[in-house]
């Protein structure tokens, strides 16, 4: 993750909302969100993953003329090398978001990226399994933390048999 700034705002929460199907109008209704206790719109709580399309190193985001590995296998042809992430061997396994404060249009982020836990378990068909977590930090203009996001990604030693 390179840094970059993540500019919060209400279109895109409205976008996200309708994308993820909630339709509570605190994240679209400015008359509504001004009788909450939050008195603004707000993100949705899975929000700031969608930071990554203003990361410039981001690998799943399509670019204009480059071959794009896809969110399927081989779409474009382009073929991870061994060990790379490919392969079958590795899942997003969890993830978790604490918000320190609400988080509202108007809003620019910058997240910072940390390597957590890293800890192993023998499975029962794909071999040792690593669990490793990823800490995103995400902070306001003023460096005060708004958003914790923790991620689980767990890779096996082997590909999964069918069976």
């Known amino acids: 993750m390179s840094s970059y ?5 209400a279109g895109h929460i409205m976008m996200f909302a309708r994308a993820v199907g909630d339709p509570n109008p605190i994240y679209s209704d400015a008359a509504y969100a001004a009788t909450t206790e939050v008195g603004h719109v707000v993100a949705p709580p ?3 993953q969608s930071s990554a399309q203003f990361d410039p ?10 071959a794009w590995f896809g969110s399927g296998k081989e779409p474009t042809g382009v073929q991870r090398a061994p060990g790379s992430g490919g392969g079958g061997t590795g899942l997003h396994a969890e993830q978790h978001f604490e918000y320190h404060r609400p988080l509202g249009p108007g809003e620019v982020l910058t997240p910072t990226l940390r390597e957590g836990e890293t800890w192993t378990k023998e499975g029962r068909r794909g071999g040792t399994m690593t669990f490793a977590e990823n800490i995103v930090e995400y902070r306001d203009a003023a460096g005060e933390l708004v958003v914790t996001a923790r991620g689980v990604g767990v890779r096996t030693s082997k590909t999964v048999e069918n069976g």
């Open 5 to 9: 700034e993540f500019p919060v705002e």
């Open 57 to 66: 190193d981001y690998s799943l985001r399509p670019r204009i003329g480059q």
């Open 46 to 48: 899975t929000f700031v």
